[in-house]
Structure formats: C-alpha cells, structure tokens
C-alpha cells in the first residue's frame, strides 16, 4: 500500500481511519526502512480490533454513554502513540456529534432536486440552525472535556491535534464556533485541520462562505484535506473535476501546512495524477 504511494510520487503518507491492526507491522517496517514518511494519522488509526471498515465516528468524544466515551479516549490513545512510533506531528480528529434530527441529508437531497431557493428549503435550514443550537451544549462540553485529556496525552510526545471541521451540521464544533473554540484551547498542541470538500459542501448548503471561514481560521490552520466536490455533495473528487475555487484559498496556504490528498479509492491514477498538478499550479509545489 504504501509502495504504491511512493511510487505515485507521494514523499509522505496519512494513515487514515481504515489502517487494520494487522497492517501496522508492515507499516512500521516501511517507514523504519525510509520507504515512506507520514505526515499525519486519522483517528482511529489503527482500528479497534474487530472493526475491518473505515470508522472514524465509531466512538464519540460528545458519546453521554460512559463506556463509549472511555473507548474514545482509549483509541484515541492508541492513534497518538501510534503517531509517535512513526513519527507523524498531527493525529485528525472528529469531535463527535449534537444529539438531534439529522438534517444534512435531507438538505441534500432538497440540493440534488434544485430546491436551494425555495421557502421549505430555506426553513429547514432554519429549524436546523436553532435545533443545534438549542442542543449542543451538552455534547459540546464532552467534546471538550475529551480534547483535555488528549492533550495531556499528546503535548509530551510533540504530537499536534488537529480539529478538523465536518461536512454535516450535526457535527461539532459548528462552523461559527471554532474562533470561540479556539479561544478556550489555547495550547498550541490543538490545531485547526480544514477539510476543504467539507467546507465546499457546507458553502452549498448555504451555511458559510469557504474563503472567509478559511481565512479565519489561518492563525491556527496546520493542514488539509485536499479533495473536490462535484455538485451538490459528492466529496473526495480529485481537484479541478468540481466546483471548489482553489485559487480563492490560495492566500491562506503557507507552505508549512501539511496537505494530504483525500480521493476516493474509485479516483483513477490518472485524476490523481492531474488533480495533484491541478494544486500545484495553483499553491505552488509545497
């Protein structure tokens, strides 16, 4: 797997939330070879045993189940002394979810049928924005109380924890709360990680503007996920196949930042190929 990374050109890896157990000794191997380097890990990397699918939302640091928060923390453990073995800065976290009605989907759907300028669209927006928040307090405060632990866990390994925003508006921390977010963790261990096909399908629902939320969020920005979204939600395209401006994000890369590309394994070689020479034309080759 990470061979095949190499040879597409890739000096540098993120192990993703779908790395099995089993694969680490292969990966410790290939690193300690200097076959590859890793630039970030997603948690839950490795996955809990048992688990053989990408589950990143598996165990929720907002869970009111104590069983199920304890395993999040303890997983989340695991992902950051796995970082530290292969000597990746940055551990990817999801902060979990507000208990309420899902929305999301049904937006889309509305999207998909080109329903975005009608007044039931517009409504369920509505009702969406006053339910989450009415209801996050409580999720947000474990969430929180969760990234504490974590950084005690990280900040003596030199490991960074990147935050990272989400695609569903169920999800935490909401958009319009990450500055007051970042006002409450104030230790440089927590980063902001921008997703940018979660930031484009949160612009087409209507709930920001990429840029601006982007250009927010740049005194804390430590990385990417780097993927394109082809109308109105189809995300991990490769760049420059759908509708996200990247050269209106250009002013916010620095060159520091941490880019990975995440396409969906369907993406042929040769997107993957075009879409890395689609950003590199536009920020530049780091």
């Given at each position: 797997?990470?061979?095949?990374?190499?040879?597409?050109?890739?000096?540098?890896?993120?192990?993703?939330?779908?790395?099995?157990?089993?694969?680490?000794?292969?990966?410790?191997?290939?690193?300690?070879?200097?076959?590859?380097?890793?630039?970030?890990?997603?948690?839950?990397?490795?996955?809990?045993?048992?688990?053989?699918?990408?589950?990143?939302?598996?165990?929720?640091?907002?869970?009111?189940?104590?069983?199920?928060?304890?395993?999040?923390?303890?997983?989340?453990?695991?992902?950051?002394?796995?970082?530290?073995?292969?000597?990746?800065?940055?551990?990817?976290?999801?902060?979990?979810?507000?208990?309420?009605?899902?929305?999301?989907?049904?937006?889309?759907?509305?999207?998909?049928?080109?329903?975005?300028?009608?007044?039931?669209?517009?409504?369920?927006?509505?009702?969406?924005?006053?339910?989450?928040?009415?209801?996050?307090?409580?999720?947000?405060?474990?969430?929180?109380?969760?990234?504490?632990?974590?950084?005690?866990?990280?900040?003596?390994?030199?490991?960074?924890?990147?935050?990272?925003?989400r695609e569903a508006l169920e999800e935490i921390p909401i958009d319009s709360d990450f500055r007051s977010f970042f006002?409450?963790?104030?230790?440089?261990?927590?980063?902001?990680?921008?997703?940018?096909?979660?930031?484009?399908?949160?612009?087409?629902?209507?709930?920001?503007?990429?840029?601006?939320?982007?250009?927010?969020?740049?005194p804390r920005l430590g990385g990417f996920h780097v993927h394109d979204v082809k109308l109105p939600a189809r995300d991990?395209?490769?760049?420059?196949?759908?509708?996200?401006?990247?050269?209106?994000?250009?002013?916010?890369?620095?060159?520091?930042?941490?880019?990975?590309?995440?396409?969906?394994?369907?993406?042929?070689?040769?997107?993957?190929?075009?879409?890395?020479?689609?950003?590199?034309?536009?920020?530049?080759?780091?």
């Amino acid at each position: 797997m990470l061979r095949e990374i190499r040879e597409l050109g890739f000096e540098y890896a993120e192990l993703s939330h779908g790395i099995r157990i089993t694969l680490l000794p292969g990966i410790f191997e290939a690193v300690d070879a200097g076959e590859i380097k890793i630039s970030s890990l997603h948690n839950f990397c490795p996955l809990p045993m048992g688990v053989t699918h990408a589950a990143p939302n598996l165990f929720k640091f907002s869970s009111t189940d104590k069983r199920e928060w304890e395993s999040a923390y303890r997983h989340s453990v695991k992902t950051i002394e796995t970082a530290a073995r292969v000597n990746a800065p940055v551990v990817v976290l999801h902060m979990g979810r507000i208990d309420m009605r899902i929305y999301t989907d049904k937006l889309v759907e509305m999207l998909e049928r080109g329903e975005r300028e009608t007044e039931k669209f517009q409504k369920l927006c509505d009702a969406a924005y006053e339910k989450r928040e009415d209801k996050k307090e409580k999720a947000v405060k474990l969430a929180n109380q969760m990234l504490e632990r974590l950084i005690a866990v990280a900040e003596p390994l030199g490991i960074k924890l990147g935050v990272e925003n989400r695609e569903a508006l169920e999800e935490i921390p909401i958009d319009s709360d990450f500055r007051s977010f970042f006002k409450e963790f104030t230790s440089p261990t927590v980063i902001y990680w921008h997703d940018c096909g979660h930031a484009q399908i949160k612009e087409n629902l209507g709930f920001i503007n990429h840029r601006f939320h982007l250009e927010s969020m740049v005194p804390r920005l430590g990385g990417f996920h780097v993927h394109d979204v082809k109308l109105p939600a189809r995300d991990h395209c490769a760049p420059g196949t759908g509708v996200i401006n990247y050269t209106e994000l250009k002013a916010s890369v620095k060159p520091e930042h941490i880019k990975v590309f995440e396409l969906h394994p369907s993406v042929p070689v040769e997107e993957v190929n075009a879409g890395v020479a689609h950003i590199k034309s536009i920020w530049g080759p780091e």
